[in-house]
């Protein structure tokens, strides 16, 4: 049976789940264990919910992925963006497209919030894993971030995919994250 997804209020994740997630982000991005051992907020940007399923026979949880809410400027515009980070499929449970249930929910519940457009990084490599779940890749448009208070172009080793809710595009006009990616 496949397993049902969970949408989780950051303001509801206790010790215990805190502490699952993180276990299974050091599983999945081990080359990140020393910061994924206790933190989930990559680059200092924290999550506003978080969307999770469990084996329906362990009830382990064996996937997850985060949500920030953040306004970025696009040109002269402001849009609330529905940022997911943290991905990740247990290796035991990856191939069978569970990562397209997670996406999903995770973007129905954006959508549920009033948000406007849903943005990723990711290798090119992976481009393939959100495209399935109906992520396109945007522009190379440049893009600027905020890093310990000091605003910098976003490190071109990343492509940038979105997805559509309220606003089916990325407006015109250079990205500013308005704080750090995630
Ligand atoms: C990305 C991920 C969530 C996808 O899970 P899934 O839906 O079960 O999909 P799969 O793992 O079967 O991968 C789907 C495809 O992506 C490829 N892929 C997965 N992770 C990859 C990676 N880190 N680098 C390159 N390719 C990758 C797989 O080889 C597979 O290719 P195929 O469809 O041609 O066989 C899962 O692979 C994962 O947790 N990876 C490690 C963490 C990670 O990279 N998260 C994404 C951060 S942006």
């Known amino acids: 049976m496949f397993p049902k997804a969970e949408i989780i209020d950051e303001r509801t994740i206790d010790k215990a789940l805190h502490d699952e997630i993180c ?30 399923l469990r084996s329906t026979d362990t009830d382990r949880l064996i996937a997850h992925a985060g949500v920030v809410d953040r306004n970025v400027h696009v040109g002269k515009d402001s849009i609330r963006v529905a940022g997911l980070q943290n991905v990740f499929v247990l290796p035991s449970h ?32 992976l481009e393939t894993v959100y495209a399935r779940a109906n992520w396109t890749r945007a522009d190379s448009r440049p893009i600027t971030c905020t890093s310990d208070g000091h605003d910098k172009p976003l490190p071109g080793k990343n492509i940038v995919m979105i997805y559509p809710l309220a606003l089916r595009i990325l407006p015109d006009g250079p990205l500013h994250l308005q704080g750090n990616d995630w």
């Open 23 to 52: 276990h299974g982000l050091v599983e999945c991005f081990p080359e990140e264990a020393d910061f994924f051992t206790d933190h989930r907020s990559w680059h200092g940007s924290v999550p506003c919910f978080s969307v999770v």
């Open 94 to 125: 990856r191939g069978r497209n569970m990562s397209a249930i997670l996406l999903t929910t995770a973007m129905k519940e954006a959508s549920a919030r009033g948000m406007d457009l849903g943005m990723l990084f990711c290798t090119a490599q």
